[in-house]
T-cell receptor, first 118, second 111 residues
Framework: AQKITQTQPGMFVQEKEAVTLDCTYD???????LFWYKQPSSGEMIFLIY??????QNATEGRYSLNFQKARKSANLVISASQLGDSAMYFC???????????????FGTGTQLKVEL | EAQVTQNPRYLITVTGKKLTVTCSQN?????MSWYRQDPGLGLRQIYY???????DKGDVPEGYKVSRKEKRNFPLILESPSPNQTSLYFC??????????FGPGTRLTVT
């Protein structure tokens, strides 16, 4: 069974600093995808970044980068130059391409609440 | 604009009163899912659909029904809601193997 673990329930970071949100995953399959979503207090789920298990390079999207360490089964999100608007809940999720059922099901972690301070 | 819409956004109801949460997408996606979000548990899949008339259970299907009569719509039905179904519900759609697009969420309270 797939499992996503986010061990940091809450994090604080100062504005303009970088922050790393941890995510480890467990799967026995070779083909999978890893996602990060942001959920602000308004509640919507905002897609941030995606990493495929066969991608050689770490994914980057603007101030977001994904530190993918396949052997350690970790997919940490790095936010550079934090802004007040980055304060939100962040979820790591995995899609197992080898899973025949589940209709593109994402398995989510429990989330990390990030607070950016002045 | 590509989007997933859900209605209602907020609903307070009483135990046992049947309700339907609608979900519609305008991207011609085959895959649609329903998730519920509870504190400390993340999001869990309730039901999914791989195309019209093809639906199946996710991880937490008890107490819910779905239907997929048209490609764009995927309503979630609670025949007899109970307080343990108080939650934040998300509908999502995707193409095969791609990023999922989430609706804005429906906050349901069952008293």
């Amino acid at each position: 069974a797939q499992k996503i673990t986010q061990t940091q329930p809450g994090m604080f970071v100062q504005e303009k600093e970088a922050v790393t949100l941890d995510c480890t995953y467990d799967t026995s399959d070779q083909s999978y995808g890893l996602f990060w979503y942001k959920q602000p207090s308004s509640g919507e789920m905002i897609f941030l970044i995606y990493q495929g298990s066969y991608d050689e390079q770490n994914a980057t999207e603007g101030r977001y980068s994904l530190n993918f360490q396949k052997a350690r089964k970790s997919a940490n999100l790095v936010i550079s130059a934090s802004q007040l608007g980055d304060s939100a809940m962040y979820f790591c999720a995995m899609r197992d391409w080898a899973l025949t059922g589940g209709g593109n099901k994402l398995t989510f972690g429990t989330g990390t609440q990030l607070k950016v301070e002045l | 604009e590509a989007q997933v819409t859900q209605n209602p956004r907020y609903l307070i109801t009483v135990t046992g009163k049947k309700l339907t949460v609608t979900c519609s997408q305008n991207m011609n996606h085959e895959y649609m899912s329903w998730y519920r979000q509870d504190p400390g548990l993340g999001l869990r899949q309730i039901y999914y659909s791989m195309n019209v008339e093809v639906t199946d259970k996710g991880d937490v299907p008890e107490g819910y029904k779905v239907s997929r009569k048209e490609k764009r719509n995927f309503p979630l039905i609670l025949e007899s809601p109970s307080p343990n179904q108080t939650s934040l519900y998300f509908c999502a759609s995707s193409l095969s193997g791609a990023e999922q697009y989430f609706g804005p969420g429906t906050r349901l309270t069952v008293t």
